[in-house]
């Protein structure tokens, strides 16, 4: 069973600070992985997509894949109020042609002013 | 607004009643995909769907729960005979031909009584 674990958090992180949300996953196979923001009551929005290992940026948010360690990560820098929200990573196996994401649980960030 | 339209927003429903979620996926998207989202838990996926094709509804549990993309119209998710256990949020997605990324609609908070 394809599996993505995240730590449900909360992550508490002043206002100006680093946050760091991670997420591993279990199919080896995964070919691309995403991360998305979800506000209370609301639907999760994309924010990021990373397919090959390394490093990738966009504004203050970098995505991190190291398919050897089957792990993910959100890097958000000079985190704001309007951060706080629960980040969900999802993985895609990439071997049915079609977009079957698997979520993990996300992890609530909190950003204090 | 050319994003993905869900409607209702909140569907109330007595057990053994019958619920009916409908989706219009982003203009220029043909694929539809539904989730369901309990309290707690991470978003499950049940259905993905072409016009007029069912393609994977290994997600889906096999009683009570149906799902259609006609030629022409939304997207339907049919629960029959609903039962508390399946008051969720119930998120419907599209994607473009890439298939990669999956942009969401706001969501149907199915409340059943």
């Known amino acids: 069973q394809k599996e993505v674990e995240q730590n449900s958090g909360p992550l508490s992180v002043p206002e100006g600070a680093i946050a760091s949300l991670n997420c591993t996953y279990s199919d080896r196979g995964s070919q691309s992985f995403f991360w998305y923001r979800q506000y209370s009551g609301k639907s999760p929005e994309l924010i990021m997509s990373?397919?090959?290992?390394g490093d990738k940026e966009d504004g203050r948010f970098t995505a991190q894949l190291n398919k050897a360690s089957q792990y993910v990560s959100l890097l958000i820098r000079d985190s704001q109020p309007s951060d706080s929200a629960t980040y969900l990573c999802a993985v895609n196996a990439g071997n049915s042609g079609y977009s079957t994401l698997t979520f993990g649980k996300g992890t609530m960030l909190l950003v204090s002013p | 607004n050319a994003g993905v339209m869900q409607n209702p927003r909140h569907l109330v429903r007595r057990r053994g009643q019958e619920a009916r979620l409908r989706c219009s996926p982003m203009k220029g998207h043909s694929h539809v995909y539904w989730y369901r989202q309990l309290p707690e838990e991470g978003l499950k996926f049940m259905v993905y769907?072409?016009?007029?094709?069912?393609?994977?509804e290994s997600g889906m549990p096999k009683e009570r729960f149906s799902a259609e993309f006609p030629k022409e119209g939304p997207s339907i998710l049919r629960i029959q005979q609903v039962v508390r256990g399946d008051s969720a949020a119930y998120f419907c997605?599209?994607?473009?031909?890439?298939?990669?990324?999956?942009?969401f609609g706001s969501g149907t908070q199915l409340s059943v009584l």
């Open positions: 997605a599209s994607s473009g031909q890439g298939h990669e990324k999956l942009f």
């Open positions: 990373i397919y090959s290992n």
């Open positions: 769907l072409q016009k007029e094709n069912i393609i994977d």
